[in-house]
C-alpha cells in the first residue's frame, strides 16, 4: 500500500476517533443532565399544582368556619331568613369557584343560594325550605345585584338536609367535613363539599350545618396552562382512583350511561399515559403519604416517559397530583445538536482526508 495512502488514513483515523471520543463524552454528558432537568421539572410542577390545589381549597374552609362563629355568635340570626340569605347570597358571589353555600337545621329546613344563569337575566337562584307550620319550598333567581327575576314554588321538591352526607358527616365528626369528589346535581360540574356544624348559643348541642359547594373545574384550567413540555400533560386523581382535574379537561366528566356524567378514571385508559404514571408508582398512587413525591421513568405508547406524582399534604383531600412528559420532549433538541455534529464530523473528516491526499501528493513529490 503507497506510504501516502497510510497517512492519509492513519490522519483520517486518528481524528476520526477523537472525534467520536469527544462526541460520545458530550452526547452522553448532555443527555443526562437533560434528563435530570426533566425530572426536576417535573417534580417542581408537581409541587407547584399540589401548591395551587390547596391554596384553591382554603377559602371554602375559611368560609365555613367563618359562618359558623357568625351563627353561633349570633351575629346571623338563622331564623331571620332574609338576612340568613343575603349573607350566603355574599359568601356564594365573593368567590368565582364557589357554587353554592347553604344552611340546614335540625327541622329540615334549608336555605340555599347557588350560582344559576337558567333564567334571563338572573345570576343566582335561592332556594328555600320551610318545613313549620307546613312544608313549602320556595324558589327565586336573582340577579348579581340580589334583585328577584323570577320566582315559583316547588310542591314536589322533597330534599331533606339531614339525609344529606355533607350534613351527617359534619354532625358525626362534630367539626370540619370534607366529602369526596363528585358531580353536582343541579350544576352537572364536578366540585366537592365542605361542610361544619353549627350549635345552638343556649343549649350548646347541634342544630345545624353550614356548607360550602366549590366547583373544581378551574383546577384544570390552571393545569392546562402549567408549562411543562409540547406533549407533556397533569391531572389530579381522588382516592377512589377519580380523575377530578386534567390539562385536557374533557377527560374529567364523561356519560354515565343513564343521562348523567361521572368522573372518569386512571383505570378507565382514556388516558394511556396517565395510567403508565400511575402504573409505575410501587404501591400506587394510594401509596404515598400526606406531602410525599416521588418522581419514575415509565413506557407508554412506545416511547418513555417520565413522571412526578405527590401527595398533597392535608388530610381532608387525599388526592394525588401527576404530571408527565415524553423524554424526547426534552432529549430532542440534543439529539438535533448530534446529528448536526455527525454531518459536522463527517464533513470535517472528508475535508481532512481531501487535504491529506494533497498534502501527501506534495510531500511524495519532493522527495
Do not use: C
Amino acid at each position: 500500500m503507497p506510504r501516502r495512502l497510510i497517512l492519509v488514513l492513519g490522519l483520517v483515523g486518528l481524528q476520526a476517533l477523537a472525534l467520536v471520543v469527544v462526541l460520545g463524552i458530550t452526547y452522553w454528558a448532555s443527555q443526562d443532565v437533560l434528563l435530570r432537568y426533566a425530572e426536576g421539572l417535573t417534580a417542581r410542577i408537581a409541587r407547584d399544582a399540589t401548591a395551587y390545589t390547596e391554596d384553591f381549597l382554603d377559602p371554602a374552609n375559611d368560609a365555613a368556619v367563618l359562618s359558623r362563629r357568625l351563627i353561633e355568635s349570633g351575629v346571623v340570626d338563622t331564623e331571620d331568613r332574609a338576612a340568613l340569605t343575603r349573607y350566603l347570597f355574599g359568601l356564594v358571589k365573593m368567590r368565582p369557584n364557589f357554587d353554592g353555600t347553604y344552611y340546614g337545621d335540625e327541622a329540615g329546613e334549608f336555605v340555599f343560594v347557588n350560582r344559576d344563569t337558567s333564567m334571563e337575566r338572573s345570576a343566582f337562584r335561592v332556594k328555600d325550605i320551610v318545613t313549620e307550620p307546613e312544608r313549602i319550598v320556595e324558589l327565586s333567581w336573582v340577579t348579581e345585584q340580589f334583585r328577584e327575576v323570577a320566582g315559583r314554588t316547588d310542591p314536589q321538591d322533597d330534599y331533606d338536609p339531614r339525609t344529606r352526607p355533607w350534613y351527617r358527616q359534619a354532625q358525626e365528626r362534630g367539626g370540619l367535613a370534607w366529602t369526596a369528589p363528585y358531580i353536582f346535581f343541579t350544576s352537572q360540574r364536578p366540585g366537592i363539599t365542605v361542610a361544619v356544624p353549627v350549635d345552638d348559643p343556649e343549649t350548646l348541642r347541634f342544630s345545624g350545618a353550614v356548607g360550602v359547594d366549590i366547583g373544581i373545574g378551574a383546577l384544570s384550567a390552571f393545569l392546562d396552562g402549567l408549562d411543562i413540555s409540547p406533549r407533556g400533560s397533569a391531572a389530579i386523581v381522588a382516592e377512589a382512583g377519580d380523575i377530578i382535574a386534567h390539562s385536557q379537561e374533557e377527560l374529567v366528566a364523561t356519560p354515565d350511561g343513564q343521562g348523567g356524567v361521572r368522573f372518569g378514571k386512571v383505570a378507565d385508559g382514556e388516558d394511556p399515559i396517565l395510567t403508565g404514571a400511575a402504573a409505575s408508582i410501587e404501591g400506587g398512587l394510594n401509596g404515598l403519604f400526606p406531602g410525599e413525591i416521588r418522581v419514575s421513568r415509565f413506557e407508554a405508547a412506545g416511547e418513555t416517559w417520565l413522571g412526578a406524582v405527590q401527595r398533597l399534604r392535608l388530610e381532608r383531600t387525599p388526592w394525588t397530583v401527576v404530571t408527565y412528559l415524553p423524554q424526547s420532549d426534552i432529549l430532542s433538541p440534543l439529539w438535533r445538536v448530534r446529528n448536526t455534529a455527525l454531518w459536522v464530523a463527517a464533513g470535517a473528516l472528508l475535508a481532512t482526508a481531501l487535504l491529506g491526499l494533497v498534502f501527501g501528493g506534495v510531500v511524495m513529490r519532493r522527495r
